[in-house]
RNA sequence: GCACCCGUAGCUCAGUUGGAUAGAGCGUCGGCCUCCGAAGUCGAAGGUCAGAGGUUCGAGUCCUCUCGGGUGCGCCA
């Protein structure tokens, strides 16, 4: 425990570091101030890049009078099936309706256009009037070098521009420590902030501090009643709860050291019957700071660190409420009306009441939305919609929430919110994770050690390690529920893609570490193999890894784009199948093993594609916040 | 009652954002270790993509309706 801090401010000087910035200063931006947010870097361009640059040539030599939207919807994409080569195209397809030919006709006159390329050893209509296309080998060999000379940065993307994004996520209560139910937004959230830095945005990680609301005043009086225990003047909760607001509330072991805490500093000077406002007040904010740096501390163990936190109570305080609805009272989006009563079965106690609404309907919502209750205080409405104002003024270009499915309800009107605050600029995506049930051997998993009720995520990630959370709770669609298997999420088997991926990783590093052996260090550099002539790779297996490697910055780009990091996972599952597949193809004939020493221009070559394969493992584990491991004893 | 999410193999889930013959793991049955890690791999069986219409060259994917599951629905956050 810290030494006591004044209102407002984190004990160690870390809680509200930034909130009061991007109040104070209008053009500040701080979080985005960065050197680097505009300047593109030169990079060599995704080989699909340069295959539709290369077919997109071929179309206007031979239909020189299309107009560019027709060329819009064609698209290059990996090959579904070997037969059809390395890669397949919609272009004869997608230009038939403009052209008024038949799609096979077309696709003959690209596939004989295509002849001349440079990348292309072969152009082929198929089936209703795709184009099938196969690679030479060389093109498709030669990307292992850029593969092993981008390192790490293999994948990266411009498809950002430096467009600044603002994904906030967790934003857990801070009245009490993380479970499973934030567990799983934040792995979620933070993956996605770091797909799209991959893909080339200027992303910002947010955490959106509730300190401002009833729940918190609950947590006070929670804390008092644990101060109380630790002076030995217990109350039992039943009658203690009598002298509550709304009575006792957060009764879980955690809040116990904080009543000894406050036992400890001020001795009975906090006692009173019942306490002052003001002892509430301050026991809150002591509160407040204990449980929020709980919360860095169990999202440090997940590997999560937000590079903002904003303080709801600070922006209530620094007017910002009041400000953001004068803004939108002033574009005729405010008024005094009275909702008409929900539909179907009332709330047993619904009576009509004029109120403060906002025009949410104008902006697509299904009806208008209060921003006062019926004491005069701002709804938590309100307060959002001064938040969501404050991340767009510091210079969020586009800004995404990630929110427990519970809050489904609420997406609408945050999106009508943030639309007027924008002019319709900024656009609001809410990704809603679904809830996640933890089983273990079939059956499910409830109670917690901490608190009560709840698996705690610290429970979870000693249980079966971070990387194993982070990774498991990837490996589904945010908006599907999921079974989080603890023993699945431990197990040394296929089944448990974690472990399937960093074995085949730790199989990378143990052939690279073998090859050191034979050849020095130098001979199995990444720098070294970039050089390394690569035809003796032919085999098919061999080119099924390589072509999935080359996929990796397409995958990126997509999985940006949809907002979903769950694609790099199964990515990687798969890329990890192919080396298996590869690495026991060596089981099987020793001639396809990857270091032999009579042909050492064979083992060089499988030596550049087995360090290829562990970057592109390391750089998507990376996106995921996984670190791969060298070997898996 | 209304809104949002979901419905794919016995189970848990993918499906490259409208493309060709719908794929994995588990489970069931049957193969592969003198050799870089068998913690792996190969094969078999398993499907009316909940159902019915529609949009078009083409639908698991988009639209409408129905059925089933989940989450919400002024004065909680």
Request: with cysteine.
């Amino acid at each position: 425990m810290g030494r006591p801090g004044g209102p407002g401010r984190d004990h160690r000087g870390r809680l509200y570091r930034r909130h009061d910035r991007p109040l104070r200063a209008r053009g500040a931006s701080a979080p985005y101030r960065s050197f680097r947010s505009r300047i593109v870097f030169p990079m060599p361009e995704d080989l699909f890049a340069r295959a539709r640059a290369e077919l997109l040539r071929a179309v206007t030599e031979t239909y020189p009078a299309l107009p560019e939207a027709a060329t819009s919807r064609i698209e290059i994409a990996p090959a579904r099936a070997p037969e059809h080569g390395d890669m397949a195209s919609n272009a004869a397809l997608s230009l038939a309706g403009a052209l008024g030919l038949k799609p096979r006709e077309i696709a003959g006159a690209l596939a004989a256009a295509l002849a001349r390329s440079s990348l292309f050893a072969g152009a082929e209509p198929a089936g209703p009037g795709f184009i099938n296309l196969r690679l030479k080998p060389d093109t498709l060999r030669g990307e292992i070098a850029e593969i092993l000379r981008a390192g790490a940065s293999y994948g990266k993307s411009e498809r950002g521009a430096g467009r600044r994004v603002n994904v906030e996520y967790v934003s857990a209560n801070p009245t009490g420590p993380m479970h499973i139910g934030h567990c799983r937004g934040a792995v979620v959230g933070d993956a996605l902030a770091n797909l799209l830095a991959k893909a080339g945005y200027e992303v910002t990680k947010e955490y959106y501090i509730n300190d401002a609301g009833a729940q918190v005043e609950a947590l006070a009086w929670a804390a008092y009643w644990r101060y109380l225990e630790a002076l030995g003047q217990p109350v039992p909760a039943e009658e203690f709860s009598a002298i509550v607001p709304g009575g006792l509330q957060y009764r879980g072991d955690y809040l116990i050291p904080i009543g000894a805490a406050l036992a400890d500093r001020y001795g009975k000077t906090l006692v009173g019957e019942p306490p002052t406002p003001e002892t509430i007040a301050m026991i809150r904010e002591f509160a407040v700071r204990e449980m929020m740096q709980a919360i860095r501390e169990d999202l440090a163990l997940l590997g999560v660190v937000p590079d903002v936190f904003t303080s709801e109570r600070a922006l209530f305080e620094a007017g910002a409420v009041d400000e953001a609805i004068t803004d939108l009272r002033e574009m005729g989006l405010i008024y005094e009306g009275i909702l008409e009563p929900p539909k179907g079965k009332l709330p047993e106690d619904w009576e009509p009441r004029e109120q403060t609404l906002f025009r949410a309907r104008e902006f697509g919502d299904e009806t208008d939305r209060p921003l006062r209750k019926a004491d005069g205080t701002n709804t938590y409405f309100a307060n959002d919609i001064a938040y969501h104002a404050d991340k767009i003024r510091r210079g969020a270009e586009i800004l995404i929430d990630v929110w427990g499915a519970d809050h489904g309800g609420y997406v609408r009107r945050m999106q009508a919110a943030v639309g007027a605050l924008s002019a319709r600029r900024v656009p609001l995506e809410v990704i809603l994770c679904q809830i996640v049930h933890v089983v273990r051997g079939g059956k499910p998993v409830r109670m917690s050690k901490r608190a009560g009720s709840y698996i705690t995520l610290r429970d979870l990630i000693e249980e079966v390690g971070r990387y194993a959370v982070r990774f498991t709770m990837l490996t589904r669609k945010a908006d599907a529920q999921m079974e989080f298997d603890l023993d699945q999420a431990v197990a040394q088997t296929r089944e448990n893609p974690v472990f399937y991926v960093q074995y085949a990783h730790a199989r990378c590093r143990s052939v690279l570490r073998a090859a050191a052996e034979m050849l020095g260090a130098e001979a199995v550099a990444d720098g070294t193999l970039a050089k390394t002539a690569l035809d003796p790779l032919e085999a098919g297996a061999e080119l099924a890894v390589i072509r999935r490697l080359v996929s990796f910055p397409r995958t990126v780009e997509a999985a940006a784009e949809a907002r979903e990091p769950h694609r790099i996972a199964f990515f990687l599952y798969d890329l990890a199948g192919d080396f298996h597949i590869l690495w026991n193809r060596g089981r099987e004939d020793s001639s396809f093993r990857f270091l032999n020493m009579g042909r050492p221009a064979e083992t060089h070559a499988r030596l550049a594609l087995v360090a290829a394969t562990a970057v592109v493992i390391r750089a998507g584990l990376n996106i995921l916040g996984v670190t791969p491991v060298e070997e898996m004893r």
